[in-house]
């Protein structure tokens, strides 16, 4: 038996596993056990609550089962033994405090499984880690075992924050419902709460709104391009067929809210104003300053950006605060979104409005005279204020970016911190309630690996940087610190594979600086326990990012102006192997020890990262001239 069940383990990959666990997000308290627990068709699923939702639970668990070949039976069971085991599930007769309404309890043993909660989001979030103690091969669909072991633990488990959240783009680029309702499988499955769904932008208008029906006939559809946004995407030709888009009908967005509810995940659905509105100025360019038509833009210019936050915009895309007509528009979107989402927040971006047409308008300066407002931030405030109320008025509450605290803060809004920490410490000590989501630590939309194999995007977001976030900045009462989410913007993001590729793994550094209490973090732990998760993804046939697996290369120039280059590997045990006089392969060059000067010359640095002899990650190959420009 003994020489089974290590046959077992080793086919599972699970003899390092003992003793520890690969969980993400890493759990309040984690303690090893004797015993295992061998999951078969000989196993009973005991729900003793009538709770709906629980039973909910427990149906899609049975269902993640029985995808893998185990046909769970649903009954009691009075005495487990190997013969008839059992998963027992229940609510808490007497709540535990620090349990909350998310947390759980959660221990295995040779014969049972017993899972509790204070309430049904605390068994989802108990079964998602159930799910991580199962071996990797569950993830699959074309590998049903119908066996899974379980070594014997005692968790405990309750999240830091109340927002756990990522941002998903649907604008730049189109996703289709059963692209959305994907990616919100994967955030359950990693205990995420908060869907942020950016739904309207200048590149397109996804959300009907069926009393103003040019949004989605027009404002949903560009030109079709490829490529890059930017310079290289040219803009629309006069007489050009809208061909590229799509929106989300109304009972659409029902359905993905059900969806996501059915997963404890709340979506805070986002329409951008009013500023990143050129979709909506397309369908309705009464609406601007100049009042002249335009176009969805496709990815092509329409701004010059200086640096420092600092731009100009080529085109119009902001809304007219001064004319009434505006709010009465607002009034119609915010109107039958609060009848679409539940939850509590609705986002009305409020980021990176241009304010030169407001200055150069005639009207708008007359108005910000009657009405004395000194500057266009305070205009941006008065309009930001009157889009809180408007949305008060339907029973939410409003929530932006940071830029809404320029000029005055609304009363009752909540602020996302996006440009650093420094805004969501502003309005935390105004007694404002902030999401922390700076670009620093949480744009995962940012390269994630080496230039010379990644997508070339402006700014760079390592996972070991990412996995630095700490919401609570010093000095700041954390009650006013709602918690924090990772971003996902889509401008070179156009297929769910690619975006699964940018959100993990990532977006498990978000979750455990959300989840997990902060003395429980650990860069060591926490990178073996990405890797573990990758064959998870691999099983799931996800596509994932394994940057980390490769060398870090770090560049300097000297006073004598030599090219010296730098290795680290972020993972145990790692060996770097380098070239760099264009020979390969790589693993027959020489092992990295230290620092090395590069001659110049007509040559490519060529390195990667082996482990017991395989390669963990990919070639690296950087042409000297690359190398000159990185010198620092």
């Not at 309750?158 to 059963?178: A, C, I, K, T």
């Not at 046939?541 to 010296?564: H, S």
Request: charged share 25%; hydrophobic share 40%; net charge neutral.
């Amino acid at each position: 038996m003994k020489k089974f069940i290590l046959n077992l383990m080793c086919a599972f990959g699970s003899v390092a596993a003992i003793g520890q666990h690969n969980i993400i997000p890493a759990p309040v308290n984690y303690q090893s056990t004797e015993g295992m627990f061998m999951l078969d068709n000989q196993t009973s699923l005991d729900v003793k609550t009538t709770n709906p939702e629980v039973k909910k639970y427990a149906g899609q668990f049975a269902a993640l089962l029985e995808n893998s070949g185990i046909k769970i039976q649903q009954k009691a069971v009075a005495n487990p033994s190997q013969s008839e085991k059992v998963i027992v599930v229940n609510l808490n007769a007497k709540p535990v405090a620090e349990l909350g309404n998310e947390g759980y309890t959660l221990e295995v043993g040779d014969t049972k499984i017993e899972l509790l909660a204070n309430a049904p989001g605390g068994i989802f979030n108990g079964f998602q880690t159930i799910r991580q103690l199962l071996p990797a091969q569950f993830e699959s669909k074309d590998y049903p075992m119908g066996l899974g072991m379980i070594m014997g633990c005692k968790i405990k488990d309750y999240p830091r924050f109340g927002w756990r959240g990522l941002m998903f783009d649907v604008s730049r680029h189109f996703f289709s419902v059963e692209d959305v309702k994907a990616y919100i499988d994967k955030m359950a499955q990693y205990k995420f709460n908060v869907f942020h769904w950016h739904l309207t932008d200048d590149e397109g208008w996804r959300v009907e709104i069926k009393s103003l029906p040019k949004l989605t006939e027009v404002g949903a559809w560009r030109v079709e391009r490829y490529g890059r946004f930017g310079d290289t995407r040219p803009a629309p030709k006069e007489g050009e067929k809208t061909t590229y888009g799509g929106f989300y009908t109304q009972d659409q967005i029902k359905d993905v809210v059900k969806y996501a509810a059915d997963r404890n995940i709340t979506i805070v659905p986002e329409v951008d104003i009013p500023g990143h509105s050129m979709a909506v100025l397309a369908a309705y360019p009464e609406l601007s300053t100049l009042k002249k038509p335009t176009t969805v833009n496709p990815g092509s210019k329409f701004a010059e950006w200086y640096g420092d936050g600092k731009f100009e915009m080529l085109i119009e895309n902001t809304l007219n605060p001064a004319d009434e007509k505006v709010y009465q528009f607002v009034d119609k979107v915010m109107t039958e979104l609060a009848a679409l989402f539940p939850g509590q927040y609705i986002h009305m971006g409020g980021d990176e409005c241009y304010h030169g047409y407001w200055e150069r308008d005639a009207t708008v300066q007359d108005f910000m005279k009657k009405n004395k407002i000194k500057d266009t931030h305070e205009l941006q405030s008065y309009f930001v204020k009157r889009v809180e109320k408007i949305v008060s008025s339907k029973g939410k509450k409003l929530i932006g970016w940071d830029e809404i605290l320029e000029g005055g803060l609304a009363p009752g809004a909540a602020v996302m911190s996006w440009r650093g920490m420094k805004g969501g410490i502003e309005a935390a000590k105004m007694g404002v309630p902030v999401v922390m989501s700076p670009t620093t630590y949480a744009y995962i939309d940012y390269t994630q690996g080496d230039k010379s194999v990644e997508n070339p995007i402006y700014a760079e977001l390592s996972l070991r940087k990412a996995y630095e976030f700490e919401p609570i900045p010093a000095d700041v009462d954390p009650k006013y610190i709602l918690g924090g989410q990772a971003n996902l913007w889509t401008e070179v993001i156009p297929n769910l594979q690619f975006a699964y590729y940018m959100t993990y793994p990532r977006a498990f550094a978000t979750i455990e600086s959300v989840w997990s209490p902060a003395s429980v973090k650990n860069w060591e732990s926490f990178v073996n326990r990405v890797e573990s998760q990758f064959s998870r993804f691999d099983a799931a046939k996800t596509n994932i990012a394994k940057a980390v697996l490769e060398p870090v290369v770090t560049v300097r120039k000297d006073g004598e102006g030599k090219i010296w280059v730098k290795l680290q590997s972020e993972i145990a045990n790692g060996e770097i192997y380098y070239s760099i006089d264009n020979t390969y392969p790589v693993n027959y060059a020489k092992m990295y020890e230290s620092e090395f000067w590069v001659p110049e010359g007509n040559l490519s640095l060529r390195t990667q990262t082996f482990r017991n002899g395989q390669p963990t990650g990919r070639e690296l190959i950087i042409p000297f001239t690359d190398l000159t420009k990185r010198a620092k």
